[in-house]
């Protein structure tokens, strides 16, 4: 693992960090610390006011000096950054940090991060029954209040619906022996339904076994660190079954209208 891949981007720490994680920075990377305080770019996120995606940027108000010592936000005690929509910067955003022991922790936002990802996942409605896209919304308002091992159990949840729908569409099939699928360990469930289920699900199919790992060992803070990653794990899957969702209505659309231009001609 790289140095920058150990912690939170900037803009990772304001929108995907959950409250009151700690980060804790080595001497040698108390550089990556000053720029979470004195972070100035540019990037895209939700803004509630628009109801849509924008572009921020940092709001500095009075205060635009920027330390360029390293070890300049260490022990500085509560501090805030205030991000603002370039649409219309009276749509702003508030996050409020504080340093102590070369460690970095959110205590405070406004909006939370439910809200700020929420928004992100409405197109996953398309593919999840409604109680399963319910739990999804459930596992990110979790994570946004510190609930790490309870937010897996939910996306466990997601995880097992998607097996049992592909299950389901192949068991009807003349050559499915459902006593070897109902025998077999998850992995080599996922290695039978392989043909019926999204590719980076059958890659990446130790996330279940990291999901029940989270649920029944990891602690409230492990889960919280690796929620984000398997939650664009889910994501990921889910967009490859609205893909394919989306190019069987293409093509039926363009049967349909082939067919009805074969009649006329």
Known sequence: MSTVDKYPSSQG???ETPLYEIVK????????GRQIKYFDENFDSY????NSHSIFERNWGNSGYINHEANSWVDCGVFSIQIQCT?????????????????????GQLPSIAELNLFDVKKYSKVLEKKYFRELTKAIGLVSHGVGVG??????????????ESHVKL????????DSYRRARMNEKI?????????????????????????????????LKAFPIIKIGIEIILDEKIEKLNKEKKLAEAKKALSALSSTI
């Open 171 to 178: 068991s009807s099939d003349q050559s499915w022996v459902e």
């Open 47 to 50: 803004c509630p006011e628009c």
């Open 13 to 15: 720490f304001l929108i």
């Open 191 to 223: 290695e039978m339904l392989s043909s019926e289920l999204p590719d980076f699900l059958v890659e990446n199919k130790s996330m279940y076994s990291i999901l029940s790992k989270g649920i029944h060992e990891l602690s409230e803070n492990d889960c």
């Open 25 to 32: 920075y080595e001497d040698a990377d108390l550089e990556l």
């Open 87 to 107: 649409r219309n910067r009276e749509h702003r955003q508030l996050f409020i940090f504080k340093a102590i022991d070369q460690s970095l922790q959110k205590i």
């Open 151 to 164: 937010s897996f159990v939910y996306l466990r949840r997601i995880f097992e619906f998607l097996i049992e």
